[in-house]
């Protein structure tokens, strides 16, 4: 049994919102029992230089955590 009560082989309860923020082209709000993950997507016509006119697009992606968003990891 999990501190939380659940079973080895059960999963959190996993919910997804659509468009979670109003400002953003495209969000989503993932919840994993108490974690929660905020996505959120922008749109930029331009790519880096090196790729000017090679006809492909560019996809970046960044990640944060807040402090104190979890305890300290035991390993």
């Known amino acids: ?3 939380d009560g659940r079973a080895p082989n059960e999963l ?3 919910g997804f919102e659509r ?3 109003e400002m953003t082209p495209g969000s989503v709000l ?3 029992g108490r974690t ?3 996505c959120t997507v922008s ?3 331009d790519v ?3 790729m000017k006119g090679s006809g492909k697009g560019w996809v970046t ?3 944060n955590m807040l402090p104190g968003s979890s305890p300290e990891r035991v390993r």
């Open 48 to 50: 880096p230089r090196w």
């Open 12 to 14: 959190r309860p996993v």
């Open 36 to 38: 929660r993950v905020l």
């Open 30 to 32: 993932v919840t994993f």
């Open 43 to 45: 749109v930029d016509e």
């Open 61 to 63: 992606a960044e990640y």
């Open 1 to 3: 049994m999990r501190a």
């Open 19 to 21: 468009d979670f923020t």
